[in-house]
DNA sequence: AATTCTGCGTTTTTT
DNA sequence: ACGCAGAATT
C-alpha cells in the first residue's frame, strides 16, 4: 500500500501519533493521503476505527472517504466516524442537549424554517416583514464570525430569535457547532468522554474551518495530541461564512511539537496549465509561497482562451467544443463549465438542453427542500416530537383543513403564554374557536397520536405508505399543480427508498432514535438529494464553490469579465486575494485542458452590461489582452490571437452559421399540446415517453438512447406519436 | 381561503 | 429578467 505513495505522502501517513499539519496543494493526492492514513492505522497499528473522527467539509466527500477506506481495508468498519462538523455536531447534541437546558429531542431548523421563524417574529412585533432576509443574514454572519452587531435593531431581534430557538427548542445550523463547543466549555464530564472517544482527529479541508470548528477540534485533541489537518491555504474560499485561515497559524501555536509535510507534486494536470495556475495565485500577498509542478508537461494546446460576442455566443462555443470533442472519445462526464455566480447557469442549462446533451447541476436546489418532501418530513418529525411547532405550523393546513393563520396564532399564543405544550394548547382553545375548527384540530391531533403509537411497531415505510394514503396527499398534490404531480410524485417514492436504507441501516439504534437521526441527515445533507432526472454521465454544471475537490479533464471557466468575476462586491470591498483563490481552485480542475472563456457584451439582470476582460485571466496567462471591440452577432466564430487551440472551427459552427442566416425559426410549436406519458418521436433520438414537463422543458425517456434527455417541447424535431 | 395581480428587491459563494 | 411577498379580488 505504501509503495503507491511519494515519500512526501508516506511521511505524513507514517507518522501516526502527536500533531500533524500537511500543506496539501491542488491535484497532489490530499484524499488519497488522508484515507490511506486512515487504512494504516487501522489495519498496521491495531488502532480501534471506532476511535478515529475524520472531518471532511461535505457529506458527499465525508461519504466518498468512508467508501475509499472500506475498499481499501476490506470490512466495513462503520464504527469509523467520518462525518461534517455539522452532522457530528448533531449527533453529539442528540445526546447531551439535555446538559445545556434543552431537550434531546430538538429540532433543527434549515435556512427556509429559519427565515419562517424570523419573518413570523417580526410579523408579531409589527415590524416590517421584509427586513427578515436582512436579519436572518445578519444573525448567520454574527453567529459564524462571532460578533455582536452594532445595530440596537439587529441586535434587539437578535436576542429575541436566540430566546424563541430556545424555548421552542431548536437549533440553527450555526447553533450546532456553538451549542458543541459550549457544552464542552462548560462540561468537563462529557468532554473528557468525546476526548476518549475521539483518540485519534483528521480534518479535511483545515483551511475552510471557522473559529469555532477549530475550537472543536482543539478542545477535543489537547490532550491526545493526535491532530492531523490537511489544507491549502491557496484554496480558502469560505471567508464569507466565518473560514479563517489563520487557523493554521493557530494550529501551530497551539501544538508546537508539531511535524509538518509539503505535498507540492501536482498528479492532476499538465504543468501548462499548472504554470498558468502558479502565475495566477502568485498575485497573493498574503500566502505561503509555493507552486505546484507535475511530471506532465503539456503544451500550449491545453489552454483556450476565447472571447464571445456575447452570453449566447459563449454557450454556443462551450456546447461545440463539448460536441466536437465529445465525437473523439471522450464521455460527457469528463466536462465541467464552471462560473463564479448561478445567475450565469441559465443561459448554458438551455443551450445544453437543446443540443440534447445530458448534465448535472450541482449547488441547485435540493431535492430535499422540495415542498412536498418537507411536507412528509414534517409529518414524520411531528409524529417523533409532537411538539414541534416549526412543522407544525407547516403542516396543519396541508392537505387543507380550513385552519389558517388566525387559528395558528391563537394556539401559538395560549402555548407561549401558559408555557403550555402544543397539544394542550389545543385543547385549550376550545372556547376561542368555531366548533369546526376545534374539531378539525382534535382530529389532528389525533391523528399524530395514532402514528406515534404505530411508530413502535410499525416498519416506516408501511406507517409512510398508510400516512400518505390516509392523508389523500397525492390526490392533493394533483389538485394542486396537475403539471408537476408526476414529477413530486417522483421525490416521494424516492424518499420511501430513503426510509428503507434508513430502518435498515443503523441497527443498533432504537426506531424512534433511527428515524431522528435519519431527519438530521435529510437537514444537513445534500447527498442522496441529486434529482433522479438528472444524469450522473452527464456535463457537469457548477458554481466553483460547489466543486471542490473533484477534477474533468475538460474545463470551461466562463465569465471571465470584470464584475462578474471577479465579483462587483469583491472589487468594492477590495477583498481580491479570496475571489483570486476561487479563480485558482477553477483552474486547478483541469486535467487535459483548460477554455477560458469572456464576452464582449452580456445581458445580465435585465441589463446590458461591456466588460473588460478578468484581471485574472490576464493573470493566468501572464500578459495583458485587449478586447475585440468590432464583431458582429452573426459573425462566425473569431478566436483571439490567444487561441492556443488546434480545433479552429468546427464545423458545426458553420452549419449553425447558415441555419442562422436563413433564420429558421425551429422553436414554433406550442409545447401544450404535451403531457406527462406521451409517447413521442423526435428526428434524432427516436422514439420516446415524455417523464416529466416543467414549462416548455420536457424530460423525455428515448428508448434507443436508453437516457433520459431534457428537450424544448417547443422544438420541430419533436412530433406527437 | 384560494386565486390572481402587482410591485418590489434581488443577484456571491453554502454546511 | 426573474421570483417572491403582500395586496386585492373572488
Known amino acids: 500500500m505504501l509503495e503507491l505513495l511519494n515519500e512526501a505522502q508516506r511521511n505524513a501517513i507514517l507518522e501516526v501519533n502527536g500533531p500533524v499539519i500537511v500543506y496539501a496543494g491542488a491535484g497532489s493526492g490530499k484524499t488519497r493521503t488522508l484515507t490511506y492514513r486512515i487504512a494504516y492505522m487501522i489495519l498496521e497499528k491495531g488502532i480501534n476505527p471506532s476511535n478515529i473522527l475524520a472531518i471532511t467539509f461535505t457529506n458527499k466527500a465525508a461519504n466518498e472517504m468512508k467508501e475509499r477506506v472500506k475498499a481499501l481495508v476490506e470490512f466495513d468498519y462503520y464504527s469509523l466516524t467520518v462525518s461534517t462538523f455539522h452532522s457530528l455536531c448533531a449527533r453529539i447534541l442528540r445526546k447531551e442537549a439535555h446538559h445545556l437546558g434543552y431537550e434531546n429531542n430538538f429540532s433543527i431548523v434549515d435556512e427556509d424554517d429559519q427565515h419562517k421563524i424570523i419573518s413570523d417574529m417580526l410579523n408579531e412585533a409589527k415590524e416590517d416583514k421584509r427586513k427578515a432576509r436582512v436579519l436572518q443574514k445578519e444573525i448567520s454572519y454574527n453567529k459564524c464570525f462571532e460578533l455582536k452587531s452594532d445595530d440596537p435593531w439587529i441586535r434587539k431581534y437578535s436576542d429575541i430569535y436566540e430566546e424563541k430557538m430556545k424555548k421552542s427548542n431548536l437549533f440553527d445550523f450555526d447553533d450546532l457547532l456553538l451549542k458543541v463547543r459550549d457544552l464542552f466549555l462548560e462540561n468537563k464530564d462529557v468532554l473528557e468522554k468525546y476526548r476518549k472517544k475521539f483518540e485519534y482527529i483528521l480534518v479535511d479541508e483545515f483551511q475552510d474551518t471557522n473559529k469555532t470548528q477549530y475550537q472543536l477540534v482543539k478542545l477535543l485533541a489537547l490532550n491526545s495530541r493526535n491532530l492531523f489537518v490537511v489544507g491549502d491555504d491557496d484554496q480558502s474560499i469560505y471567508a464569507f461564512r466565518g473560514a479563517n485561515y489563520e487557523n493554521i497559524k493557530l494550529f501551530k501555536k497551539d501544538f508546537p511539537e508539531h511535524s509538518s509535510f509539503t505535498l507540492n507534486q501536482n498528479y492532476r494536470s499538465t504543468q501548462f496549465i499548472l504554470d498558468g495556475c502558479n502565475r495566477l495565485i502568485s498575485h497573493n500577498e498574503d500566502r505561503e509561497k509555493k507552486s505546484l509542478f507535475s ?72 431535492y430535499l427542500r422540495r415542498r412536498e418532501i418537507k411536507d412528509v418530513i414534517a409529518y414524520l418529525k411531528l409524529i417523533v416530537n409532537s411538539n414541534d411547532m ?39 382553545c376550545k372556547t376561542l374557536l368555531p366548533k369546526a375548527k376545534y374539531d378539525e384540530l382534535q382530529d389532528f391531533k389525533e391523528l399524530i397520536d395514532r402514528y406515534k403509537k404505530d411508530m413502535e411497531t410499525t416498519f416506516l415505510v408501511n406507517l409512510y405508505d398508510k400516512l400518505l394514503d390516509e392523508l389523500k396527499y397525492l390526490d392533493y398534490l394533483k389538485e394542486e399543480d396537475p403539471d408537476t404531480f408526476d414529477d413530486r410524485k417522483d421525490n416521494l417514492k424516492e424518499f420511501r427508498s430513503i426510509l428503507i436504507s434508513v430502518e435498515s441501516s443503523k441497527e443498533d439504534l432504537p426506531r424512534i432514535e433511527r428515524l431522528k437521526a435519519a431527519f438530521d441527515e435529510a437537514i444537513l445533507s445534500d447527498e442522496f438529494l441529486q434529482s433522479q432526472k438528472e444524469d450522473p454521465h452527464g456535463v457537469t454544471v457548477s458554481t466553483i464553490h460547489s466543486i471542490k475537490g473533484l477534477e474533468f479533464d475538460y474545463v470551461f471557466l466562463v465569465g471571465l469579465e470584470e464584475g462578474i468575476f471577479p465579483s462587483p462586491r ?102 401544450s399540446i404535451y403531457h406527462v406519458g406521451d409517447r413521442v418521436i423526435h428526428t434524432k433520438f427516436g422514439e420516446g415517453i415524455i417523464v416529466a414537463i416543467n414549462k416548455d422543458i420536457g424530460s423525455i425517456f428515448f428508448d434507443s438512447e436508453h437516457r433520459m434527455v431534457n428537450l424544448l417541447l417547443t422544438h420541430n424535431a419533436l412530433s406527437k406519436k
Open 295 to 366: 511530471d506532465v508537461k503539456g503544451d500550449e494546446s491545453d489552454v483556450c482562451v476565447f472571447q464571445a460576442y456575447d452570453e449566447k455566443d459563449e454557450v454556443r462555443y462551450v456546447v461545440d467544443q463539448i460536441e466536437l470533442k465529445k465525437n473523439r472519445n471522450n464521455r460527457y462526464e469528463d466536462f465541467a463549465i464552471l462560473y463564479r455566480s448561478s445567475t450565469l447557469l441559465r443561459n448554458f442549462e438551455l443551450g445544453l438542453i437543446r443540443h440534447g446533451i445530458p448534465y448535472k447541476v450541482y449547488g441547485g436546489v435540493s
Open 570 to 671: 469583491s472589487i468594492e470591498e477590495g477583498n481580491l486575494e479570496e475571489e483570486r483563490r476561487v479563480a485558482y481552485v477553477a483552474t486547478t480542475r483541469a486535467k487535459k485542458k483548460l477554455y477560458l472563456t469572456y464576452t464582449n457584451q452580456r445581458l445580465l439582470y435585465g441589463a446590458r452590461q461591456r466588460n473588460t476582460p478578468s484581471r485574472f485571466l490576464q493573470e493566468f496567462l501572464g500578459f495583458n489582452i485587449k478586447k475585440k471591440e468590432e464583431r458582429r452577432y452573426n459573425d462566425n466564430y473569431s478566436f483571439g490571437d490567444l487561441d492556443y487551440d488546434n480545433d479552429r472551427i468546427s464545423p458545426m459552427n458553420k452549419i449553425k452559421k447558415e441555419e442562422k442566416k436563413e433564420k429558421v425559426d425551429v422553436y414554433t410549436q406550442d409545447a
Open 390 to 428: 416549526v412543522s407544525f405550523k407547516r403542516i396543519i393546513n396541508v392537505p387543507s383543513r380550513g385552519l389558517g393563520d388566525a387559528t395558528i396564532q391563537k394556539i401559538e399564543h395560549l402555548k407561549d403564554e401558559y408555557g403550555l405544550t402544543l397539544f394542550s394548547a389545543i385543547d385549550s
